[in-house]
């Protein structure tokens, strides 16, 4: 199944029907070899209720479903608002059409969206921001550079929260990291690998700032024309998208402190959120409903079907005693070299697998799952998001990168993105060791 | 709003074009006649009357050609490269008949419009019954025309030069309904296209752009200080019958438009029936 994802790409197959497949088929041999606890799940009794479901569904974390359901449609929702756009165009004309204060403040666009949305969503809008403001600025030649800084930035702003990436949710509701909690732990890590990584970007494809006066007044009239109020369709819906956007995260950030809201978790947080939303649109609600990522959302279910029937079959604990040598090696060398195996792992296929099955190996170790700080979670969140800066295929926002280089006719093969983007990928691995090895 | 694409038109349409407002060069200004010399010292002096609001005696070089200096195109444009002006002056169909009948602009004007860079104000045949009545009273009214009008800097450029302090300049930027038209009956025929969101939004984005700029002209030319009222025009319609009607309601003292077109050699496709068929309005072609 991992290396069909691996492959997804040649294969021309959605990950949602390859995993299904699988599970499928992992169900199957599950109830053929009687792994399965068919008579636990159909004589659950829940608040006295007897209740009976089919054996894959309370294998499924529908936590993680409703938080990425809740969140994704809340950001669709949101971004009608012209909230993102807004707050992109600013940034552009605060840039004053300069080329390396542009990089720059696009790069921190790019962390900030990323942590707070998703990774390819700020991919998106910072992509298609990146292709259009280069052209009226007359700097086409530096796209590239632009587009492959900004998508090795969203793994790294991918790291900031505990709701940023799928792989942050999984480990983090696992190991039962606060939001809070997490943050702290990962922004000073993400402020240095984000400077370290637009002075490298800088450096590697010359992205200088301009140097005659005629050049800064011409930029600066360029980017003047840019109306930041064009994406709003209404000013009223603009604010209370703004304020909405701030109460949301300040919620899912206090979500574990909250009465009642802390019993109910983050995906009814995420799920009420994208609701109160989508208010707005209550006769065009279905629109936003067919804009979700369908596939994204079976591919989870399935997944967690599949690691399910794994962990019955002792798959997982096998898996577990493999990585053995690698607890072995002490808590310094250890998760150092757990977080460089994870980010191979997943530069090569899909990094939520490899961290939700993780994350159950990881959870089944009594020293380990008692301890949130432990540094085996801390390093299976930092390879699982920093090894999709190794290929194009390692995380959905890097391959949006490319998509959109290669949208704007620029070459960049598989090999091409490796060897460009490998220099960054071993400097943010190597801080992210160091980090781990010094904070824990 | 969840794609690359959906993104990226946000963004273009935010890139708007903005209006920055320079005074063209207009010193040197030659006036082309086939009349004889002391006619055309005679017509020299009540164009120059005509125009003195805006081309103002103590900064405009005049110089005048006479039917002596020049006996062909060639030798027209010899002229032309000799004084090099900043403006040329002339009416339509020069050494010709056939001024009478509204179906050319002449040979020597086709020619001078299209080969040389510098602008040309085409005024009415002077031998028109009202020509001294048609030069009596100075442009007050100038529209420039366009049916891009997004982005079209010199020809704001040239027409708030040509509006006299007081004076107001009109932006209008007409989209060929027939054109138009023609497009969203393709589109009722591609699937991939939802006909309705197109009908609605592509006339509405089309002249959404024409009044984008023409409002950011409009700041320009405030900020320029030129004492000019400046009004805008976008709307659907028929170029040649739309114009007709403002001119025929004394909408229009003065025509700016441009008369070349990069792809082709011959005059720009909406100024040419333009030109030709408003004979009783002067013309500045770019």
Partial sequence: ?440 | MSTVDQFESVFKAAAKTIYLHESPSLGKVLLVTDMEESDSTLYLNSVRKYFEKTLLPGETKWEVLSKKDFQSVKELLGKVEEYQPDLLLTYRNLRSESWRWPYSLGEHLDVLTQVTTTPVLVLPHPDRDDASELLEKSPEKVMAVSGHMCGEGSLIKYASAFTPKGGKLLLSHIEDKVTLDRYLDAIEKIPDIDTDVAKETLLARLLNDAKDFAESARSGLERAGLGISVECMAQLGSRLEDYRKLIEEGEVDLLVMHAKEDDQLAMHGMAHPLAVELRSVPILLL
Avoid at chain 1, 136 to 144: A, H, V
Avoid at chain 1, 324 to 350: E, F, H, N, R
Avoid at chain 1, 392 to 398: Q, W
């Fill in chain 1, 1 to 440: 199944m991992i290396l069909c994802l691996a492959l997804e790409e040649k294969i021309h197959a959605k990950k949602s029907l390859i995993v299904g497949l699988f599970s499928v088929v992992a169900l199957f041999l599950g109830a053929w070899f009687n792994l399965l606890p068919f008579t636990d799940v159909s004589n659950l009794v829940i608040g006295g209720h007897k209740i009976s479901l089919p054996v894959y569904i309370p294998g499924v974390d529908w936590e993680v479903i409703a938080i990425i359901l809740g969140s994704s449609l809340f950001v669709d929702v949101t971004s009608k608002s012209g909230l993102f756009t807004w707050v992109a165009v600013k940034l552009t004309k605060l840039s004053s059409g300069d080329p390396l204060r542009l990089l720059i403040l696009y790069g921190v666009m790019t962390v900030v969206f990323s942590a707070v949305l998703n990774n390819v969503t700020a991919m998106i809008i910072v992509g298609s921001l990146t292709g259009v403001s280069l052209k009226k600025l007359n700097q086409s030649e530096k796209l590239l550079g632009f587009l492959l800084v900004e998508g090795l930035l969203t793994n790294i702003g991918g790291l900031l929260t505990l709701i940023s990436s799928v792989p942050n949710i999984i480990v983090g509701k696992t190991a039962g990291i606060e939001f809070i909690d997490f943050f702290l732990k990962a922004a000073p890590y993400v402020v240095i690998a984000t400077v370290v990584t637009l002075w490298l970007g800088s450096r590697l494809f010359k992205i200088g700032s301009l140097k005659t006066e005629e050049e800064k007044t011409s930029a600066k009239n360029l980017v003047a024309g840019f109306d930041e109020n064009e994406g709003i369709e209404s000013p009223g819906f603009f604010r209370f998208g703004a304020i909405m956007t701030f109460v949301f995260i300040g919620t899912v950030a206090m979500t574990s402190q909250l009465p009642v809201v802390n019993e109910l978790g983050l995906g009814f947080v995420a799920l009420s959120f994208a609701g109160i939303m989508l208010v707005r649109y209550k006769s065009v609600a279905d629109r936003f409903y067919k804009t979700i990522d369908w596939d994204l959302l079976f591919f989870f279910v399935c997944l967690f079907a599949v690691i399910n029937v794994m962990e019955h079959a002792r798959v997982l604990n096998l898996i577990g005693d493999w990585l053995m040598p690698i607890m072995g090696l002490g808590d310094s060398a250890g998760p150092a070299a757990l977080l460089v195996a994870s980010a191979a792992a997943s530069s090569v296929t899909d990094n939520i697998p490899l961290a939700a099955m993780l994350a159950k190996i990881l959870g089944a170790m009594p020293e380990i799952s008692s301890n949130p700080d432990s540094p085996y979670w801390w390093a299976v969140i930092f390879g699982s998001n920093l090894g999709g800066n190794i290929t194009p295929i390692g995380s959905a926002s890097t391959l949006v990168s490319v998509t959109i280089i290669h949208k704007y006719g620029l070459k960049l093969s598989f090999a091409g993105f490796v060897k460009v983007a490998l220099p960054y990928a071993i400097i943010q691995l190597a801080l992210g060791v160091v980090y781990l090895l010094i904070t824990t």
